[in-house]
């Protein structure tokens, strides 16, 4: 396939391809896209700090997320409908993930069954290296949830990311105009059609993935139910605030994703990046006072588009990126080949800033990288 020299390029590619349902849906953000323009926008507000004469011949990507070995802090957000991007859908974005032994995590709404997704991936030596996790909207009729995480488990999934930032849907105001539907030959794959997880009107007039049957009564509670449900790990997505991240502490949960689901759901709230020093602050004050106890690993997305963002995340505080969009211009552009090269193009760019800011390893990227501007 066709070389190309950055994320913007896919994308460019990627969004002259699709009709304009598709096109708007993977692009928009809710009403007038204040956060989505932040979530790029504020990157630029951090600069890097070059320090010089340190030995950068041998720079690593390679670090841990959850206690498994990736070689990049660089990892798969969960994405819904992948077939309107490519007729491979899911199973590119997991061969991708294969090729690269990147982490993806796999949307609830997905266009490809989570079991057929495991076996994309069949020469895994066993289930504890499957480099998928599975996201959750928990459904107002738990019983399904409940069947949809033990056929998880079984498969092989390391663990549950629940989405905590969409109780209701965000007002996306193209899919709206647009009357955004998923095209009849597509279908939410995870669920049969008794299980009216979408109806023909949801389809039809609410935008894709409409909240209507998700379950808008959860509360922190819930961890508690999730835990007599499933023995996976439980990672909590779409934590924004200093308060939320302490109680995820205090819930236990084994991470967050700092999310504000790319900008698609409350609008005007803040950048993913402008917030995430104020919650790893917060989870490293709960780890001080509480020493003996572990404490969730915090990871982030939202408008990653360079290695240089990775850079600034990883200096305050994140563990991980976890990367939306790109990876949708990468499947459209070329299928699993165009989600590699994403892959490989943040992964290039990466390393090439770690070795112009000085460093060897992710582990020595913190606050001496980046000077910050106020970011709020
Ligand atoms: N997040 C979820 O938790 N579940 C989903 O099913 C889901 N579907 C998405 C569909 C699209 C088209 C997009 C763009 C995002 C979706 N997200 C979903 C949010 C992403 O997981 C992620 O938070 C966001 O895309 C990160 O921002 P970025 O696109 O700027 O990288």
Redesign the pocket.
Known sequence: MRVYACIDDIEKVARSRLDANAEN??SSGAVDETTLAL?RSDYGRILLRPRVLRNVTSVTTSTTILGRQVASPIAI????MQGLAHSDGELGTAKAAKNTASLMIL???SNTSLEDVISATPDLPQASESPFWL?LYVHQDRCISEGLLKRAEKAGYQALVL?VDAPVLGRRLKDLRNKFSMPPHLKLANFDASQGVMTASERNSTGA?SGAKADASLTWKDIDWLRSVTSMKIVL?GIMTHEDALLACQWKVDAIIV?N??G?QLDTCPSTISILPEITAAVKSYSHAHPTLPVPEVYM????RRGTDVVKALALGARAV?????M?WGLVVGGHEGVEQVLQILNDELRNAMALVGVQSVDEIGEGCIIRKSLL
Do not use: E, M, V, W
């Open positions: 849906y993977y979530n957000a969960p994405a819904a949307s609830t709404y996201q989405t993935t997505k999310s689901h790319g698609r997305d939202g408008g990653i976890f990367i939306g969009r790109p949708l």
